[in-house]
């Protein structure tokens, strides 16, 4: 059955967008999460490319504003480049909604710690509003709210109290370093659990009593080996909620495709934008992509998948 978890009733028939473009020759043959208001809203199911042996398919989901930020400066919630779009109509809520259908695609969800720190109340990411999509993932064997993965280098990052520490149905999992799992056993009230290569636990073992940190590295990330183990663990689809650690994922030629709604306001300034923390690409070496598709829900909101080309 579904989770207890807060639901949102979305109206599928006032969501439907304006397919402006998808490239045909993009294999999607793998389904994602595939329900009624999914086959709704875009005309069509969802689906993936593929899967990879040694490491999840990995992809992203972001709202920017029309000069690429992602937060205002004197609010950063995410969220809010879309909620204070006040042409948009439920173009907004199609960008959350959006969101939610990429949460019930995945087996798992990076979030990093600024994320979590910035809702602590409201318990921020992590599991999906669509009570379509948790029923899918159960008739389809799996868990319904996907594992949420917090990312922090060092484990000195974490705000304890935040909501999403202390929710009945979703476990406390972190991805660190060696170092950042000596931090979390040291600060945590539950037992913690030490997962690598050497100690793999499945997904569907994971208890919402403990607490999980992979330890992908001494005290830098090892992003490769990070990823292997949790291809081990059962994860064959990781949606990454962090610009920064999009971001760095880019930089390894590790993230798949990109998930970009683009809502039409315009923020400026200093403003939080996509790797923001992170050293720039050079002009001599840089990803590009490829548009996979394009959709519209009014002449504010648009919607754009790119597939992340890597020399």
């Known amino acids: 059955m579904p989770s207890k978890l807060k639901k949102i009733d979305f109206p599928y028939q006032d ?31 969802f689906a993936f490319e593929k899967m990879y042996k040694d490491r999840p398919y990995i992809f992203n989901s972001l709202v920017t504003s029309i000069d690429g930020k992602i937060a205002f400066e004197d609010a950063p919630q995410g969220p809010l480049i879309a909620k204070k779009n006040k ?18 695609s995945a087996d798992a969800i990076f979030t ?24 899918f993932r159960e008739q389809h064997g799996k868990n319904p709210i996907p594992l949420g993965i ?9 705000n304890y109290e935040a909501a999403i520490f202390h929710s009945s149905e979703k476990p406390l999992v972190f991805y660190s370093t060696e170092e950042g799992y000596k931090n979390i056993a040291s600060n945590s009230e539950r037992k913690v659990n030490k997962v690598t290569l050497d100690n793999i636990i499945s997904i569907s073992d994971i208890r919402v009593s403990e607490v999980y940190v992979i ?26 909620e962090s610009p920064t650690v999009t971001h760095f994922f880019m930089k390894e030629k590790l993230m798949d495709e990109l998930f970009l709604n683009y809502s039409c306001v315009y923020v400026g300034g ?16 840089h990803p590009h992509t490829k ?14 998948r790119h597939k992340l080309i890597y020399e």
């Open 150 to 158: 917090v990312v922090t280098m060092d484990g000195l990052d974490i």
């Open 112 to 135: 990093g710690t600024a994320s979590i720190n910035k809702e602590a109340k409201t318990g921020g990411t992590g599991h999906c509003y669509d009570e379509q999509i948790e029923i």
């Open 270 to 285: 200093k403003a939080t934008s996509i790797g923001m923390q992170a050293p720039s690409f050079t002009s001599e070496d």
């Open 215 to 240: 330890v992908s590295g001494n005290n830098q990330f090892d992003h490769k080996l990070g990823m292997k183990i949790l291809k081990n663990m059962g994860i064959d689809r990781l949606l990454v």
């Open 15 to 45: 969501m439907k967008l304006k397919e402006l473009f998808y490239d045909e020759t993009y294999s999607n043959s793998l389904m994602g999460a595939d329900t009624e208001g999914i086959r709704t809203v875009f005309g069509r199911s």
């Open 87 to 104: 042409y948009a109509g439920n173009g907004g809520t199609v960008d959350y909604w959006i969101l939610n259908v990429l949460r019930g």
């Open 291 to 304: 548009l996979v598709s394009i959709y519209m829900y009014n002449n504010h909101f648009i919607y754009l």
